[in-house]
């Protein structure tokens, strides 16, 4: 344990490492805030918090019909105001009554796209599996899983502080004299890689915990306990709810950055050269995720787990079985790197 404390105090005091991480979050967090948003909703966000509030609640049949009344309703108005506006030129309607028609088009054309998405959310939980169906508010919940996206400045800030924890020996000239050590092999390699999982991993959940936080005082925590696959964008989670899922995510973006971060110090030991070693961890950390597609969606997400990077773990995973393989895949780079390290040349 002396050991990998002293390795992990040589990482987070060496180069001010902390406060670069500390300011990758911080940028990673406020940038994506300071732009425009420019996701454009199938709906009136004001109208859908409004008609969700009207016929929300346990989904059933009654709320189903209601909801597609009144969008035959809108309809009806929408298709019959040509005729209206043909029957007020030929004096048949009087500018009363053409401007209480007129009033009603505006109000139906207003209303359209929200009540046609409500439809489409009628008609997804009608043929969706069996869970704990509602209708409510979901549009920050949406915006808040959508926006968590590819965490590129905290990945970069990984980079520049994994990759001297043994490019450093090897820069000094100091890698055969740590050999000559009775700690200098299997121990202090391992440690090593001990400590740069451990970091990226715990700057993984901190940054998630920190974007977590951030919802829940802006938004509040309404909701979050409904099942995720209420979300027309999330089908196939089952009971598994917003919260739950949120923490699994969390929880999997880290390991699989963990795991990238012991890839990252094999890099380094085959290459012992700064900018050469920057570049290739820098490709193995983001060409898995570009990949992933390449390969059959299952054994792609199985066999390389980048896809955790930049998507949420999808439904059709098992679980279990993933941690397993990052865990494999962990023990597997710790092997070959403590082999590298070890090795005479």
Not at 17 to 37: N, T
Not at 120 to 133: H, M, Q, T
Not at 137 to 146: M, P, Q
Request: proline content about 4%.
């Amino acid at each position: 344990m002396s050991l990998l404390w002293d390795e992990w105090r040589k990482i987070t005091q060496h180069g001010k490492a902390m406060l670069i991480l500390s300011v990758a979050m911080i940028a990673q967090i406020v940038l994506p805030r300071l732009l425009p948003d420019l996701t454009e909703l199938p709906y009136s966000d004001t109208l859908y918090r409004k008609f969700t509030a009207e016929y929300g609640g346990a989904y059933s049949a009654e709320i189903s019909e209601n909801i597609n009344t009144h969008l035959q309703e809108i309809q009806t108005i929408c298709a019959e105001y040509g005729s209206v506006q043909q029957a007020y030129l030929a004096g048949t309607l009087t500018l009363e009554q053409f401007k209480t028609a007129t009033d009603a088009y505006g109000i139906a054309q207003a209303e359209l796209s929200t009540m046609q998405y409500l439809s489409e959310k009628c008609a997804y939980l009608d043929g969706a599996e069996d869970f704990a169906k509602s209708i409510f508010y979901d549009t920050n919940i949406k915006r808040f899983l959508d926006d968590i996206g590819y965490p590129f400045l905290l990945v970069l800030a990984l980079l520049c502080v994994i990759v001297p924890i043994f490019d450093r020996e090897y820069r000094y000239g100091i890698h055969h004299l740590i050999l000559a050590t009775p700690y200098g092999h299997i121990p202090i390699a391992l440690c090593k890689m001990m400590a740069a999982f451990f970091l990226a991993f715990g700057a993984s959940l901190l940054f998630s915990g920190i974007q977590g936080v951030i919802y829940l005082i802006q938004v509040g925590a309404e909701n979050l306990l409904q099942p995720l696959s209420n979300l027309m964008d999330y089908p196939g989670y089952g009971q598994t709810t917003v919260l739950h899922f949120y923490l699994t995510d969390a929880l999997y973006k880290a390991c699989c950055l963990g795991c990238g971060c012991l890839a990252v110090c094999i890099v380094t030991m085959l290459c012992r050269e700064t900018t050469i070693s920057l570049f290739f961890a820098a490709a193995v950390l983001m060409l898995p995720a570009l990949s992933v597609d390449l390969f059959p969606q299952t054994l792609g997400r199985y066999l390389f787990c980048g896809m955790g990077l930049t998507e949420p773990y999808p439904a059709n995973c098992n679980m279990r079985l993933l941690f397993v393989i990052l865990l494999l895949k962990a023990a597997a780079y710790t092997i070959i790197g403590i082999r590298l390290w070890c090795r005479k040349r």
